[in-house]
């Protein structure tokens, strides 16, 4: 990712995504955060830890993405949700993900329920959550107004 702004000439863009992009915006950040004007992001987020393996979210992974045996992998990988999920700890407060965050959570995603947004300002110093009502698990797709308004809204700040 970093790469391709670098290619591009982008100075300070703002990164949206969800699901993998999420994470892959949040390491981009991270890693070089004079390259990152704003994130937009979806679930998954930080701050999910051993909530992840409670039996209401176990219950709803059946619906991961791609084919069943691939998920499996990616899992065991270490790369899923819940690998990194249970590897999380929460930064210093000066270490925290320093980028201005639009955080879009769908109050029905069933992974991430809402209510595991109450963690984020322990991983990100400036960041504003947003309950979508009537959004699942696919926000940008759900709500793509919202999504392309925050982008805006982050790239006119």
Known sequence: MLGVLDELGLDRAVLAGYDVGSRVAQAAATLRPAAVR??????????VGGRILGPDAQREFWCQPGAFRAS??????????????LR????????????????LWGDHEPLFPVAWSDRIGAFFADADVRVLPGVG???????????????????RA
Request: hydrophobic share 45%; glycine share 6%; proline share 19%.
């Open 88 to 103: 999380e700890r929460p930064p210093a407060p000066d270490e925290r993900i320093p980028i201005p965050t639009t955080v």
């Open 38 to 47: 704003a994130l937009v992001l979806s679930p998954p987020l930080p701050g």
């Open 137 to 155: 698990p696919f926000a940008p797709l759900e709500a793509p107004r919202a999504a392309a308004e925050a982008v805006i809204e982050r790239l």
């Open 72 to 85: 499996i992998a990616w899992y065991r990988a270490g790369a899923g949700a819940v690998a990194h999920s």
